[in-house]
């Protein structure tokens, strides 16, 4: 019987759906896609929602991991822990394979390498071949991201023209390339930071620990909070104060997860996903502002910290 | 603060040129709504006074596009977001400018609502007619009148209800006004924030709601009853290669419900080829459900062994449909390369595509005097209603009854990319 009241999907249900309409539309129109998957929280999400859209059949792409070299030890760990537990492939291309090969060239040793992630994807959508890289990009992050498109359109050098780019009607995707060409699908563009933390509240999803609140060693840094001394899993130390820095050792959390040299912590005591569901409900600073040192850094993220009284 | 899960979601665009005060309008709604955070706004400020501005001018939000188009880039739509925690909103903000017809077509493809901004002091003009055209074509069947710059008419209710009959009037004459549909008018002052999310000071005679809390009562996507059930596979999961032994008769044919609902049990039909089973199960993931509603993304699972791919449709066999080989559409023309009669283009249709020639134009829409009038080829932005023969068969229902399977869009196979949005009249 066909009820007469129709039901409605909640908002969450809703942003689920078409995340998994847009992953088997890479499927289906793709012939070799790849998931990129950092083990961060956005990427985490799309893994679910590949298990929601897949399962009980394997994945249709690999997993892969641009590694900067520059990662928390807990990420990458969380990393193959969890690529292990869904049983799908996962593949590692590293920046600093690509430092040894000459393609990228690093201005100074401490440099951040985020960008360089670029030509080491590039090296590895060639490699692989590749005519699809799935993403976690939102809409909601940025300016430009505004305007990205579901599947967004690279020309053969992985370039994004914004002038030319193709028209997205009702959910008819056109993830068509030739050869060299690529696409980049972002299923969770609709999301914004609060859906993406009552998501992984819903779906109680594990994280890795530095999204939870935990005592590190910081100092303050051009008005960011700078991790300091931070051990890499080569055993490596990296991010050493500089001299007169005085080193505090503080409670914070990570919002966004990236290379160590340019992601800044926030101060905060959330060490559970509801607490942090309400503390991104009333935090009065965006995403970005405050933790992405390569990103255009706001003068007010922690003037407005102090006016709440931290220090 | 409340945080609940089971709160809805709410398209809709903003259409009207920047002199309507449409970017001070989603500025406001963002601002109001506290949308913008403290870094942004601290952003804004500084850009204001740099511009030698007393207040803060809220249109700086969108001004990453201005910027743009000061450059010469056009960007077809941007998509803002903001939440009340009762709803969440997508809005499809498409800028006016000269490649209106596009952007508002590729805007309202997903809205379920438009907000048409009009100038208090200006009234309905040319563009206003052309945007109200435009979101009922593309089937937007709630229209929002919002009558802005109300502070530079002295709020006065007279000037107000003048525009409103102007409107209507234009609306009855369009088929724009009829049962099913929904136009609401609202006074206001984007810039002063009158009736936007609060109700302001300047317009006590209005006692209808503010933009706002018509926004959180104006019905979501889909609430018609009783619609068809059409089911496009989108991807057929196989793992009979699993180590798992249960798994190796599965078939589950993959998709979203374009519309209506299904029960387990019921009888489907698969189309093209017109087979017939019954349900077996309902999933998403792991998870069984007893029935599914449109706009999910299910796995479905049948009794008999169907041959069935993707690009194939799953209706219940009491509400199948004709393939046809044969269509006539509305067509909007999205390139900046024109339709050539000569060519062949591929029709993206639901997940099935087709190669397509073009029959024959019967006429073109002059979208500002809504004339129809006899044309040969189509440039950007150009509307006409134009027939194509099939290599495939599609399965399709009128637009104007079913937003999904009445929709396609061209694709140029040379480029890739897409040229064409069709909206099937027959």
Redesign the interface.
């Known amino acids: 019987m066909t009820s007469l009241t129709k039901e409605t999907l909640s908002h969450l249900d809703w942003l689920e759906s078409e995340a998994i309409y847009i992953l088997r539309e890479v499927a289906g129109q793709c012939s070799n896609p790849v998931l990129l998957f950092s083990g961060g929280k956005d990427s985490l999400c799309i893994l679910r929602l590949a298990e929601k859209a897949f399962r009980p059949g394997r994945f249709p792409f690999p997993l892969m991991h641009i590694d900067t070299g520059h990662n928390y030890k807990e990420v990458i760990d969380f990393r193959d822990q969890r690529a292990a537990e869904l049983g799908e492939r996962l593949i590692v291309r590293s920046v600093e394979d690509s430092m040894k090969r000459g393609s990228v060239v690093l201005k100074s040793a401490d440099e951040p390498r985020n960008k360089h992630q670029s030509v080491t994807l590039l090296e590895a959508i060639e490699e692989f071949g590749f005519d699809c890289c799935i993403g976690g990009a939102r809409r909601d992050e940025e300016k430009a991201r505004a305007k990205e498109r579901i599947m967004s359109f690279r020309d053969e050098f992985g370039q994004w023209d914004p002038k030319n780019q193709r028209p997205e009607l009702w959910n008819l995707y056109n993830a068509r390339s030739h050869k060299g060409e690529n696409i980049r699908a972002f299923p969770i563009s609709n999301w914004t930071e609060m859906d993406v933390w009552q998501y992984i509240e819903r779906e109680k999803l594990q994280l890795p620990s530095i999204y939870f609140a935990h005592q590190r060693d910081i100092v303050m840094r051009g008005g960011a909070i700078m991790p300091v001394n931070v051990p890499l899993a080569s055993g490596e130390v990296i991010n050493q104060p500089k001299p007169g820095e005085e080193i505090i050792n503080m409670q914070v959390r990570f919002r966004t997860v990236g290379d160590i040299t340019c992601t800044a912590p926030v101060i905060s005591d959330s060490d559970n996903v509801a607490k942090i569901v309400l503390e991104t409900a009333t935090t009065t600073i965006t995403e970005r502002g405050a933790t992405r040192l390569d990103d255009q850094t706001s003068d007010a993220s922690m003037e407005q910290r102090k006016k709440e009284g931290y220090f | 603060?409340n945080?609940p899960?089971?709160?809805?979601?709410l398209r809709f665009m903003t259409c009207g040129s920047v002199d309507d005060g449409k970017s001070t309008l989603i500025g406001r709604l963002l601002f109001d709504t506290k949308t913008i955070?403290?870094?942004?706004l601290?952003?804004i400020e500084r850009t204001s006074k740099k511009r030698g501005m007393e207040a803060v001018d809220l249109s700086l939000l969108t001004d990453?596009?201005q910027a743009?188009r000061e450059q010469g880039?056009?960007?077809?739509?941007?998509?803002?977001?903001f939440?009340t925690g009762t709803?969440?909103y997508?809005i499809a903000d498409a800028p006016g400018h000269e490649q209106y017809t596009?952007n508002m077509?590729?805007a309202a493809?997903?809205a379920n609502l438009a907000i048409i901004l009009i100038d208090a002091r200006k009234g309905v003009l040319t563009q206003t007619r052309r945007h109200s055209y435009l979101a009922h074509l593309v089937g937007i069947t709630h229209i929002v009148v919002a009558i802005n710059k109300m502070d530079l008419v002295n709020y006065d209710q007279a000037e107000f209800e003048k525009i409103c009959a102007d409107y209507l009037a234009f609306a009855e004459h369009i088929g724009l006004h009829r049962a099913g549909h929904q136009i609401s008018f609202i006074p206001m002052s984007a810039l002063n924030g009158d009736m936007i999310v609060d109700r302001g000071d300047g317009l006590d005679w209005y006692q209808g709601p503010t933009l706002l809390e018509f926004l959180e009562s104006a019905p979501?996507?889909?609430?018609?009853?009783?619609e068809p059930f059409r089911f496009p596979v989108?991807?057929v999961?196989?793992?009979h290669a699993?180590d798992?032994p249960e798994?190796h008769d599965?078939r589950?044919f993959?998709?979203?419900i374009e519309s209506g609902?299904i029960?387990v049990g019921e009888e489907v039909t698969v189309l093209p080829s017109g087979h017939t089973s019954k349900v077996k199960a309902i999933q998403?993931?792991?998870e069984q459900l007893p029935s599914a509603?449109?706009?999910?993304?299910i796995t479905l699972l049948l009794e008999d062994e169907i041959d069935t791919s993707?690009g194939d449709m799953i209706v219940k066999s009491s509400q199948s449909i004709e393939p046809v080989k044969q269509i006539s559409a509305m067509v909007c023309w999205?390139s900046e390369t024109p339709l050539s009669t000569a060519r062949t283009y591929i029709v993206?249709?639901?997940?099935r595509e087709s190669k397509a020639k073009v029959g024959e134009i019967a006429y073109k829409v002059d979208v500002n005097t809504l004339e129809e009038l006899p044309a040969q080829g189509l440039v950007t932005n150009d509307i006409a209603r134009i027939s194509f023969k099939l290599a495939q068969p599609l399965m399709v229902d009128p637009y104007t009854e079913n937003?999904?399977t009445g929709?396609?869009?061209l694709?140029d196979e040379a480029t890739?990319?897409?040229v064409g949005?069709g909206m099937i009249e027959a």
Do not use: W
């Open positions: 603060m945080t899960d089971n709160d809805s979601l955070l403290a870094d942004t601290t952003q990453g596009l743009e880039i056009t960007i077809d739509v941007a998509y803002r977001y939440s709803r969440k997508i596009r077509v590729t493809s997903t979501p996507a889909h609430s018609e009853k009783g989108q991807f999961c196989r793992p699993s798992d798994l599965f589950g993959m998709g979203r609902e029960e998403i993931g792991d509603i449109t706009e999910q993304s993707r999205l993206r249709h639901t997940t937003r999904a929709a396609f869009i694709i890739n990319n897409t949005a």
